[in-house]
Structures are given as structure tokens and as C-alpha cells.
């Protein structure tokens, strides 16, 4: 579509601001091939016409647009449909609205990418990355028998992990995440230091998924990391509904509110527990 001639109106019924609202259905539809590579998007006009919104608002949202590599708009050409590129950035939205979900969701992620790190690292890792590995599991307990949240301990641990894998992709996807992951381990912890019991049964499955990795075996490594991942997804689910209530509620906005700020500020492409803490 090359005009606004048939653009359809649309009812702004998706979550978010009118901005929000907005960039959501035009990208649906420049992914959806409605407005293909190299077509014009309806003129300002049109659109804030259209969808009954003012200039503002979708200036605000063609901007977003283009700061997401899908649109760039050219002196006398108006707003320009680009070709999908290998800059086009990596986004994580998540729904502040509900706290429990959004963490499973980040946990789900962990998942599939914790398990083939923890395979690769047993099949791959020397004495010295071993010896870090010990090191990192070490300091957990150590950090919360001193009466800190071991949230940052924790996340050395999964690093020492990648960085086994002599593969550096791990490593950087794993840092990226970071911002995220940060505040899912801190809402789990939260979670499982109400109940001793749980401690326990976390820190035993960090310490099965190490004890994999140094007798490199991978299958059981993968295996570990795995049920390690669905037994923290299975605490959150389990979690009394007034624990979403308090900090962690919080804590797991934040989550989301983070993914929000990452997908706004750092996607620009360019073009061509005093009692002993759980690990989660």
C-alpha cells in the first residue's frame, strides 16, 4: 500500500498509551505486509484522522517506529516502510499488570537457554572454569549466611556457567538479560525465603547442576538445569496470592517497567533474607 486511500480506521482497544496504541497496530500491519518494504505510511493527517488521535500522539508513535528499525521518515517522501534488517533489536515486553506472569515468563525464557549452557559447559569446561563454577556456587552461601539476598552471587554463578561453554554468544545474550533476570531471582528469593524448606531445595539443585557439569555429563547437566528452571516456575505459580501484593509485586513492576525503558532507550539500531536465602 503505497497511499492512505484504503487505510482502515481502527479502534485503539490495545493496553497502553494512545502512542502505545498506536505503534502496536501500525507495526501489526507493516508485519503483517499491509504496508510492505519501501511503501509510505498515510500521511500524519490521515492518521491521527483515522485513528481519532491527535498529530502528537502519532508523532510520538512514529518515532518509537523508528527507533525500532521499522520505518524512517525522509524529507519530501513522508514516513517510509524499510526492509526488515539484521539491526531491527531484540525486545522483551513484559505486563506489569500481572506480577506472577511476568516473572514466569522471564523464567520460561531462562529455560531452554540454561539448559544448553549447563550441556555445553559439561561438555566443555576446564579445570580452571570448574574451579570458578565452585567458587560462584561458594559465595551464595556465603552471602546469605551473612544475611545478604545472594541475588548478585546468584548471577555470578549462571555467568561462570556461560563463560564454560567457550562459546562468548552465551555469555553476551546472559548479560543482556541480566536487567531482567535480576529482578525474577530477587522475586523468587523473596518467594522462597519464607519457608526453609524451599532454601533447601534450591540450593540442592544448584549444587546437582554443578556436580553435572564437573563430571561432565551433559545429559545429566541439561537435565538439571532444566528441572532446576520448572521447579522455580512451579514456587512462583504456588506462591500465596498475598505474596504478590507486597514487595515482590513491586519488584516484578519494576521487571516490567525495566523491559520497557531497554526497549525504548537501548533498541535505537543502526542501520547497514536473614533466614538462609534461596537461589533460584
Do not use: C
Request: charged content about 25%; aromatic content about 4%.
Amino acid at each position: 500500500m503505497n497511499d492512505s486511500t484504503n487505510f482502515r480506521p481502527e479502534s485503539l482497544t490495545v493496553d497502553g498509551t494512545l502512542a502505545d496504541r498506536v505503534r502496536t497496530i501500525l507495526e501489526q500491519r507493516i508485519k503483517g505486509g499491509e504496508f510492505p518494504p519501501h511503501s509510505h505510511l498515510p500521511s500524519e493527517p490521515v492518521l491521527a484522522e483515522r485513528f481519532r488521535v491527535s498529530r502528537t500522539v502519532i508523532r510520538e508513535a512514529v518515532s518509537r517506529l523508528k527507533s525500532e528499525g521499522l520505518v524512517e521518515t525522509r524529507r519530501g517522501s513522508g514516513t517510509i516502510v524499510l526492509e526488515p534488517n539484521l539491526a531491527t533489536p531484540f525486545r522483551i515486553d513484559v505486563d506489569v499488570r500481572d506480577s506472577a506472569a511476568a516473572v514466569l515468563r522471564v523464567i520460561e525464557l531462562r529455560r531452554g537457554i540454561e539448559a544448553e549452557m549447563a550441556a555445553l559447559a559439561a561438555e566443555r569446561r576446564t579445570a580452571t572454569q570448574l574451579a570458578q563454577i565452585r567458587k560462584a556456587l561458594a559465595a551464595i552461601d556465603h552471602a546469605t549466611q551473612a544475611g545478604g539476598d545472594g541475588v548478585a552471587e546468584d548471577l555470578a554463578l549462571h555467568t561462570a556457567i556461560s563463560q564454560a561453554t567457550g562459546n562468548s554468544l552465551y555469555t553476551s545474550l546472559l548479560n543482556f538479560l541480566t536487567q531482567f533476570i535480576q529482578a525474577a531471582i530477587r522475586v523468587t528469593r523473596t518467594n522462597e525465603a519464607q519457608r526453609d524448606d524451599l532454601a533447601q531445595h534450591t540450593r540442592s539443585e544448584h549444587a546437582q547442576l554443578v556436580d553435572a557439569i564437573a563430571r561432565k555429563d551433559v545429559a545429566a547437566a541439561r537435565a538439571a538445569a532444566l528441572e532446576h528452571m520448572e521447579n522455580t516456575a512451579k514456587r512462583v505459580r504456588e506462591a500465596d496470592p498475598s505474596f504478590w501484593t507486597g514487595q515482590a509485586g513491586e519488584i516484578a513492576q519494576r521487571l516490567a517497567r525495566t523491559a520497557q525503558d531497554v526497549a525504548t532507550s537501548a533498541s535505537r539500531p543502526t542501520r547497514g533474607k536473614k533466614k538462609a536465602a534461596p537461589q533460584s
